[in-house]
Nanobody
Framework: QVQLVESGGGLVQPGGSLRLSCVASRIIFSGYAMGWYRQAPGKQRELVAVATSASGSIYADAVKGRFTISRDNAKNMVYLQMNSLKPEDTAVYYC?????????WGKGTLVTVSS
């Protein structure tokens, strides 16, 4: 079992930046994917960015060039740097870790982009 806890959400104006953090309760293995998803009101949860097992990253088209995912395996953490935020980025952001065929989710952190 792995518990994931997100932090860093909040209210930000359009064009602003936030950095989300996710910490795992135990060692996370660099060979497994860890990433961020989001769910806006009335919409399905969608992929934002994933740091893959091959040391690469995958981004949703909507966030490419604005968001950057990074992970620190020594600290059991993954981060999401979000720049040039738009109102349509408003959502609950969830951290996900996949290991040995199991998916683990955090409870989410709310990001609201509004003036």
């Amino acid at each position: 079992q792995v518990q994931l806890v997100e932090s860093g959400g909040g209210l930000v104006q359009p064009g602003g930046s936030l950095r989300l953090s996710c910490v795992a309760s135990r060692i996370i293995f660099s060979g497994y994917a860890m990433g961020w998803y989001r769910q806006a009101p009335g919409k399905q949860r969608e992929l934002v960015a994933v740091a893959t097992s091959a040391s690469g990253s995958i981004y949703a088209d909507a966030v490419k060039g604005r968001f950057t995912i990074s992970r620190d395996n020594a600290k059991n953490m993954v981060y999401l740097q979000m720049n040039s935020l738009k109102p349509e980025d408003t959502a609950v952001y969830y951290c996900k870790y996949s290991e040995f065929g199991m998916d683990y989710w955090g409870k989410g952190t709310l990001v609201t982009v509004s003036s």
